[in-house]
T-cell receptor, first 116, second 116 residues
């Protein structure tokens, strides 16, 4: 079945470590790609998005993601994480579902814990 | 981005009862969506609610169980009917401000529902 995969369920890092969270999708055709973040006790917020153009997109709080079309991937990166980055991270793909309609499908999420 | 509020923020309900969740947006939006986030899981789309038309439900969700209203461009309700403990989830509404311009969804704070 077509899906969005986040293989890392729980990642634990020390502050200042580099971060890369994987996201793969299996939809063909045109897709729009998103990373959302949910900080503890807060609602889902948009971190960054890719529609077209430069495959390396920059988001808020020093995050970036790279779209690699050949690998159907949209991995999230940050060179140096902070304790405040502790949160749940969701990859989402907006894809066509026929008759000009689109749907946003989420991955299962990655829980990131940063140790001070 | 649009500011989205939901009422109630949380509720504890008895089996067999119904709960109506309200979603209010501070600007007019064409497309609104309702999602469910079950404990420890990702977001699953329940239905798309466009003003002036019937809601479109995803596979596995039916109107009798999750009736939706969309009376204007700033408001929608989702009712969870005849509740069972399996309906315990966070219910979120989201909006797409302009599908021809952004294709980006923004999320409300969610309603945490516990069914006893």
């Amino acid at each position: 079945a077509q899906s969005v995969s986040q293989h890392n369920h729980h990642v634990i890092l020390s502050e200042a470590a580099s971060l890369e969270l994987g996201c793969n999708y299996s939809y063909g055709g045109t897709v729009n790609l998103f990373w959302y973040v949910q900080y503890p006790g807060q609602h889902l917020q948009l971190l960054l998005k890719y529609f077209s153009g430069d495959p390396l997109v920059k988001g808020i709080k020093g995050f970036e993601a790279e779209f690699i079309k050949s690998k159907f991937s949209f991995n999230l990166r940050k060179p140096s994480v902070q304790w405040s980055d502790t949160a749940e991270y969701f990859c989402a793909v907006n894809h066509e579902v026929g008759f000009g309609n689109e749907k946003l499908t989420f991955g299962t999420g990655t829980r990131l814990t940063i140790i001070p | 981005s649009a500011v989205i509020s939901q009422k109630p923020s949380r509720d504890i309900c008895q089996r067999g009862t119904s709960l109506t969740i309200q979603c209010q947006v501070d600007s007019q939006v064409t497309m609104m969506f309702w999602y469910r986030q079950q404990p420890g899981q990702s977001l699953t789309l329940i239905a798309t609610a466009n003003q002036g038309s019937e809601a479109t439900y995803e596979s596995g969700f039916v109107i009798d169980k999750f009736p939706i209203s969309r009376p204007n461009l700033t408001f929608s309700t989702l009712t969870v009917s005849n509740m069972s403990p399996e309906d315990s989830s966070i219910y979120l509404c989201s909006v797409e401000e302009d599908p021809y311009r952004s294709d980006t969804q923004y999320f409300g704070p969610g309603t945490r529902l516990t069914v006893l």
